[in-house]
């Protein structure tokens, strides 16, 4: 375990000493003096010195957010200053350039780090719904990721947010800790608050199988919240029916679609609950009005206003907010919390509200 703790601390100072080698050079060579190098370093060092885990630490709360700011500015600085270097050679003024993309990767760092996500709010037109569900409001949060970067309290405000809106239906899709068992009983705790008119439903994600996942599901469940695992239920809104499912995690090989949806009575409208949003196709397929789906993050480093350019492409084409094919509907939610450097840009936190609308 010892070695282990050594080989991964060794691993992450090459990284991040990679990582912070375009900006450290380039403050040193505007600067020139060494300073910007040795603030790298005393911003560094203490907080990889008690790192023994990706998902763990030991340290004190600012010192971390302090060298994950940091190295968080740096990874984008190293992706902004080509197009930096490249609009002065196109005849830029040369301050203005590196100016903002200094400012840029400041701003990236310190974005993620006690940010209040935004109430994304979308209208969702679905062929044949009921009058008595139009105007229905759905809610939604994904990507938690409770643990040493999301600290539970956060967590309770971001319920906070979502319960002043006096939803119909509340929804939680997935990733609700980063790892391990430390972090289970707070996001229980805080999610467990979270209220709806017709009740709160949620589905797992890949990370909250990072732990003891029947132990989990079973906390979820002890505070409220309907976890649906390959299943689903009946919702009665004022006489109309709403069927509600949940499909379990893609990496784990858990999920089951046409299990999730068996139980769907002729003729109801469907919401699914899909953490990977690369499921749609199969909702798509059985006639699913509306999937709702996170795990992307909106890629947390994207070109503002572009959703096809972000690291979720890596993973799938639905990168994130809304997509349509022919009568179904997804909604890919960026994601409240962050994995990795705490860090976004161009793909802002989001808690969201979907209206369901009958289509004309």
Not at 189 to 208: E, T, W
Request: charged share 20%.
């Amino acid at each position: 375990m010892k070695r282990s703790r050594h080989s991964f601390r060794t691993k992450m100072a090459i990284v991040v000493t990679v990582l912070q080698l375009p900006a450290v050079l380039w403050l040193c060579a505007r600067t020139r003096n060494v300073l910007p190098l040795a603030i790298a370093v005393a911003l560094s060092f203490p907080y990889l010195r008690q790192l023994h885990s990706p998902w763990s630490h030991d340290g004190r709360r600012l010192p971390m957010y302090v060298a994950l700011a940091w190295w968080a500015s740096c990874i984008v600085f190293a992706l902004l200053f080509p197009f930096a270097w490249l609009a002065v050679l196109l005849g830029a003024p040369q301050q203005l350039a590196y100016v903002i993309a200094a400012a840029l990767s400041l701003w990236s760092g310190l974005s993620a780090i006690g940010s209040r996500p935004r109430v994304r709010k979308k209208d969702v037109r679905i062929e044949g719904l009921p009058p008595e569900l139009d105007g229905y409001r759905i809610g939604q949060i994904s990507d938690v990721h409770c643990g040493p970067y999301t600290p539970a309290s956060r967590v309770r405000r971001w319920v906070s947010q979502l319960n002043a809106l006096d939803l119909d239906l509340m929804t939680v899709t997935g990733d609700l800790i980063t790892s391990g068992s430390s972090h289970v009983r707070d996001v229980a705790q805080a999610l467990g608050a979270l209220r709806a008119r017709d009740g709160v439903f949620a589905c797992m994600g890949n990370h909250d199988y990072f732990t003891d996942g029947e132990r989990f599901v079973r906390e979820l469940e002890r505070h409220g919240l309907a976890v649906l695992r390959n299943r689903g239920v009946v919702i009665d809104v004022d006489g109309a029916k709403l069927y509600v499912a949940g499909v379990d995690d893609t990496w784990t090989a858990r999920n089951d679609v046409p299990r999730a949806l068996a139980a769907r009575p002729a003729g109801v409208p469907a919401v699914l609950l899909a953490h990977d949003p690369n499921l749609f196709p199969e909702a798509v397929a059985r006639n699913v009005e509306l999937t709702l789906s996170g795990h992307t993050h909106g890629g947390q480093l994207a070109f503002p206003g572009v959703r096809r350019l972000s690291l979720a492409r890596f993973v799938t084409e639905f990168t994130a907010g809304l997509y349509r094919r022919g009568r179904s509907w997804l909604y890919v939610n960026r994601g409240a919390g962050t994995t990795g450097p705490p860090a976004r840009l161009g793909a802002p936190a989001e808690l969201a509200v979907l209206t369901l609308r009958a289509a004309t």
